[in-house]
């Protein structure tokens, strides 16, 4: 079966970088885009962006870029989320998840992992 | 970037009612539209896609319809397991956004 599995809940200072990773089981990784979404608590989903783990394109929303780098090693179905230079605003569960087309982008997400709690606090 | 807008943002609902949520586009989005649903502390369950298409293992009971800008998620009988928060979602243009949610809450 599917599966996403993230790494466990982080507590950064602000400042700091964070790294998240998903873990991919039950399907051919390269196949499958990976989209990394977050929820700030209390709040709905913001779409960060995406990575197709067989070229390594990757697309950031703009509110992003310069702060988030998505990467991916292929040899252990991981996609991993890092982002840098953290505020409090930053707090938030963030999400991988699988789009849902076979070898082509659709933008839908089937499949997610569990979360990650990142809090950042002084 | 594409706004979606959902109403209500939220309702009191009992077992057995019939709940419709809509969602607005700021611009037609063809029939490019998701539903998802989320519990307290769980990931978002992707429901419905292309505006009515069922995602597999999806209950009947779950229906959507719509094109252009609105769109309406129904569930015909509201059973105890679907009370939870509800999200469209666009995918006609990147970046992908979603609504601000509809929790469906017990009367």
């Known amino acids: 079966q599917v599966q996403l599995v993230q790494s466990g809940a982080e507590v950064k200072k602000p400042g700091a970088s964070v790294k998240v990773s998903c873990k991919a089981s039950?399907?051919?990784?390269?196949?499958?885009?990976i989209h990394w979404v977050r929820q700030a608590p209390g709040q709905g989903l913001e779409w960060m962006g995406r990575?197709?783990?067989?070229?390594?394109?990757?697309y950031y929303i703009q509110k992003f870029q310069g702060r988030v780098t998505m990467t991916r090693d292929t040899s252990i179905s991981t996609a991993y989320m890092e982002l840098s230079s953290l505020t409090s605003d930053d707090t938030a569960v963030y999400y991988c998840?699988?789009?849902?087309?076979?070898?082509?982008?659709?933008?839908?997400?089937?499949?997610w992992g569990q979360g990650t709690l990142v809090t950042v606090s002084s | 970037d594409i706004q979606m807008t959902q109403s209500p943002s939220s309702l009191s609902v009992s077992v057995g009612d019939r709940v419709t949520i809509t969602c607005r586009a700021s611009?037609?989005?063809?029939?490019?539209l998701n539903w998802y649903q989320q519990k307290p502390g769980k990931a978002p369950k992707f429901l419905i896609y292309?505006?009515?298409s069922l995602q597999t293992g999806v209950p009947s009971r779950f229906s959507g319809s719509g094109s252009g800008t609105d769109f309406t998620l129904t569930i015909s009988s509201l059973q105890p397991e679907d009370f939870a928060t509800y999200y469209c979602?666009?995918?006609?243009?990147?970046?992908?956004?979603f609504g601000q949610g509809t929790k469906v809450e017990i009367k």
């Open positions: 292309t505006a009515s």
């Open positions: 979602q666009q995918t006609y243009s990147t970046p992908q956004t």
């Open positions: 611009e037609s989005i063809s029939r490019y």
């Open positions: 039950g399907y051919t990784f390269t196949a499958y885009y």
């Open positions: 998840a699988r789009d849902f087309l076979f070898e082509g982008y659709s933008g839908s997400e089937d499949y």
């Open positions: 990575i197709n783990p067989s070229t390594g394109d990757r």
